[in-house]
T-cell receptor
Framework: AQSVSQHNHHVILSEAASLELGCNYSYGGTVNLFWYVQYPGQHLQLLLK??????LVKGIKGFEAEFIKSKFSFNLRKPSVQWSDTAEYFCAVRGFSGGYNKLIFGAGTRLAVHP | DGGITQSPKYLFRKEGQNVTLSCEQNLNHDAMYWYRQDPGQGLRLIYYSQIVNDFQKGDIAEGYSVSREKKESFPLTVTSAQKNPTAFYLC???????????FGEGSRLTVL
């Protein structure tokens, strides 16, 4: 069965620190990859997505993610975090195998950024 | 503004009572979904619907029911058969089955 693993459940950083959140998935075929973010009190929203092409994708608010097919990974990065990046981040994967291809979410990573 | 509206935002119910959570979208999306979010478990799919008058069970459909009589609406009923109904419920929609999901603000159900 497909699964998504996010390595860190809680991350605490100071402002201006660099961020990397890990995401690995288990599926050998074609995938669409997503990172969603949930800011405190707000709804889940799309941060960035990968469907095909350049494996380095850029999203909103300075975030980027790199798809490494050989490692089944889609890690999220930001060179310098801000207090406003405090949120919960979810990696999600859709594998294509015929029929309905559902989106599988990771358990999420809570990021707290201290000023 | 286009979006997804979930109501109520907070709901308290006694054990044994059925409750219905509303989800309405004005994005003209064909597909709609219900997820359950529990701390440390991410989002788990309850039911989804790719088209009006059709819906399918997700990974944790037991104790839940849905209907899709209109494109805009996808209500979720949490029945008394759901063993652990206290949770945060999220409704989402997408243009097609492979598109990105747009989420509502969620409904927090507490069963006393």
């Amino acid at each position: 069965a497909q699964s998504v693993s996010q390595h860190n459940h809680h991350v605490i950083l100071s402002e201006a620190a660099s961020l990397e959140l890990g995401c690995n998935y288990s599926y050998g075929g074609t995938v669409n990859l997503f990172w969603y973010v949930q800011y405190p009190g707000q709804h889940l929203q799309l941060l960035l997505k990968y469907f095909s092409g350049d494996p380095l994708v850029k999203g909103i608010k300075g975030f980027e993610a790199e798809f490494i097919k050989s490692k089944f990974s889609f890690n999220l990065r930001k060179p310098s975090v801000q207090w406003s990046d405090t949120a919960e981040y979810f990696c999600a994967v859709r594998g294509f195998s015929g029929g309905y291809n559902k989106l599988i979410f990771g358990a999420g990573t809570r990021l707290a950024v201290h000023p | 503004d286009g979006g997804i509206t979930q109501s109520p935002k907070y709901l308290f119910r006694k054990e044994g009572q059925n409750v219905t959570l509303s989800c309405e979208q004005n994005l003209n999306h064909d597909a709609m979904y219900w997820y359950r979010q529990d701390p440390g478990q991410g989002l788990r799919l309850i039911y989804y619907s790719q088209i009006v008058n059709d819906f399918q069970k997700g990974d944790i459909a037991e104790g839940y029911s849905v209907s899709r009589e209109k494109k805009e609406s996808f209500p979720l009923t949490v029945t008394s058969a759901q063993k652990n109904p206290t949770a945060f419920y999220l409704c989402a929609s997408s243009i097609g089955a492979t598109g990105e999901l747009f989420f509502g603000e969620g409904s927090r159900l507490t069963v006393l």
